[in-house]
């Protein structure tokens, strides 16, 4: 029987990653990450570049020593980053440098000979310290087919792992991909590994095309971060390995959608809706005849189960909806209602839907209340008993909340920058429940003047579930405190 392909994961979600313009991590935070990492089952992870600054080193250092699995540094192809490596005492040391003639006249203003020198002795400098060595010979698409395989042949020589193949500025396409790592591939014993990002949008796809041409190990961040239009995305190339290529990366596939997650509040660089896999809509459905089709069988309009990422399918209220959807988002609320009713609740949310309005589910149980009469409510886990705010000149606004939850009194008090803040954060607080997020704040004025009605709209997360729910009042925080309240009382059902 042939066996499964098996293409190994390195993550650089921690070192080109936290290059994404505007990321900067903490140790905790990458502690965080690292951990979540390991346990999504990768082979090997890039902890940062220690030379960078004393934390960053020590930083490496504290994950290398807490993971099991391959933890690397990178480095220049120079003495003092390799040691810095060295200190951080990494599992693997990525040495890199650049070896197109762009790079090499503009940015290091050397000769290809002189480089040669400088990759084949670092490789070599690691190697006599007993360290695996990954080199990288960077901007390798832009370089000559013959100098590339000049240096790869001298860094194998030399004792080096895995060679890199890095498309530096994204400007390959899948076609060429393939060709350059099967030309490399014929040449070069050692293992092959790409590195791709993503200019042209095609970082997957050329990623997926070093796989064809004969690549080992791809290069991948989490959410496709990464240097200016980021990296090859982890969840996108893992997911296409495995479900359009039958390849097995090892990588614990309902664990993506938390660790995309995870990264989307550390870093705080939130991904778009239409983000593929782990998107906010990669398994949302509106349009009637989807929903109809993807309720009686889901692969009708779902090429991956929403389970098998750990994401969850959502049918979405709006203009499109149709009966079947309306009728499968009533059962789940608990409400009955008989034929008749639910077309006319279908056609007000349809109504609602298409004079631009975001339908959330109290607008439901409102709609469905008004055509059918009191529908059954489940009872509320959480209601506020009192809410005190103190707002002062020249100090940050303070809120204390009493809830009453599952029947227990809760108490809280949290400073915020903001009335607002303060008042979810002291409501977050009393709650206790630390998977809570508060994804999505949006804030209308319904009528005008300074005593205008506030709509507040808000997405509340917990693990893979979220809810949309909205609150509205005179006053912006009472607006927000009965938004998150009413989402909360959905999400903990
Ligand atoms: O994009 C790149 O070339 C890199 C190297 C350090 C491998 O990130
Ligand atoms: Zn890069």
Same mark, same amino acid.
């Given at each position: ?156 020589? =030399? ?63 989490? /959410? ?5 239009? @980021? ?49 906010? /809509? ?39 909806? @149709? ?42 149980? =409102? ?5 059918? @009469? ?19 000149? @020249? ?99």
């Amino acid at each position: 029987m042939a066996q499964t392909r098996r293409v190994k994961v390195f993550d650089t979600t921690l070192r080109d990653g936290e290059q994404t313009p505007g990321v900067g991590l903490t140790k905790e935070k990458k502690l965080e990450i690292a951990h979540a990492l390991q346990d999504l089952g990768l082979d090997a992870i890039e902890a940062g570049f220690p030379i960078n600054s004393d934390i960053e080193l020590e930083t490496v250092r504290q994950i290398a020593k807490e993971l099991d699995i391959t933890v690397c540094g990178l480095a220049r192809a120079l003495p003092g980053d390799i040691d810095a490596c060295i200190k951080a005492d990494v599992d693997m040391i990525h040495v890199f440098i650049s070896t197109s003639p762009q790079h090499l006249k503009y940015q290091m203003n050397k000769t290809e000979d002189e480089v040669y020198e400088m990759a084949v002795s670092s490789v070599q400098y690691v190697v006599d310290h007993g360290i695996t060595c990954m080199f990288s010979p960077m901007d390798a698409t832009r370089t000559g087919l013959d100098y590339l395989l000049r240096v790869c042949k001298g860094v194998e020589a =030399a004792g080096a792992s895995i060679i890199n193949i890095p498309d530096t500025v994204g400007v390959m396409y899948p076609e060429k991909m393939r060709k350059l790592v099967a030309d490399v591939r014929k040449e070069i014993k050692i293992d092959l590994d790409v590195h791709c990002h993503n200019d042209f949008g095609m970082a997957v796809a050329n990623t997926l095309a070093a796989v064809e041409g004969g690549c080992d190990q791809v290069q991948v961040t989490v /959410n496709g971060l990464g240097e200016r239009a @980021g990296n090859a995305d982890l969840e996108q190339v893992v997911m296409a390995l495995k479900m359009l290529y039958g390849i097995e990366t090892g990588i614990k596939t309902e664990k993506i959608y938390p660790m995309s997650k995870l990264v989307e509040r550390l870093t705080g660089i939130r991904i778009m809706p239409n983000f593929p896999i782990v998107g906010d /809509n990669a398994f949302a459905h509106e349009s009637g005849i989807h929903v109809h089709a993807v309720l009686k069988r889901a692969e009708t309009f779902e090429p991956i189960k929403p389970e098998m990422v750990g994401a969850k399918r959502k049918l979405v209220l709006g203009k499109h909806i @149709g009966i079947h959807g309306i009728d499968a988002k009533l059962k789940e609320m608990g409400i009955a209602v008989d034929g008749e009713q639910l077309r006319e609740i279908t056609n007000k949310v349809k109504d609602l839907g298409g004079k631009g309005k975001k339908v959330v589910e109290e607008d439901l149980v =409102a709609i469905a209340q008004d055509v059918a @009469g009191m529908v059954p409510q489940k009872e509320r886990r959480v209601q506020m008993v009192n809410f005190k705010l103190a707002s002062e000149l @020249g100090k940050k606004p303070c809120a204390t909340v009493v809830l009453k939850v599952d029947g227990k009194v809760k108490e809280a008090t949290e400073e915020g920058v903001g009335p607002v803040d303060a008042a979810l954060k002291a409501i977050k607080s009393a709650i206790g429940l630390e998977d809570i997020l508060l994804e999505e704040y949006r804030l209308d004025a319904i009528t005008g003047g300074s005593d205008a009605l506030a709509e507040v709209t808000i997405t509340v997360r917990k693990g893979g579930d979220s809810t949309l729910a909205r609150g509205v009042h005179e006053d912006v925080v009472m607006a927000s405190v009965t938004a998150f309240l009413n989402g909360l009382n959905r999400i903990l059902k």
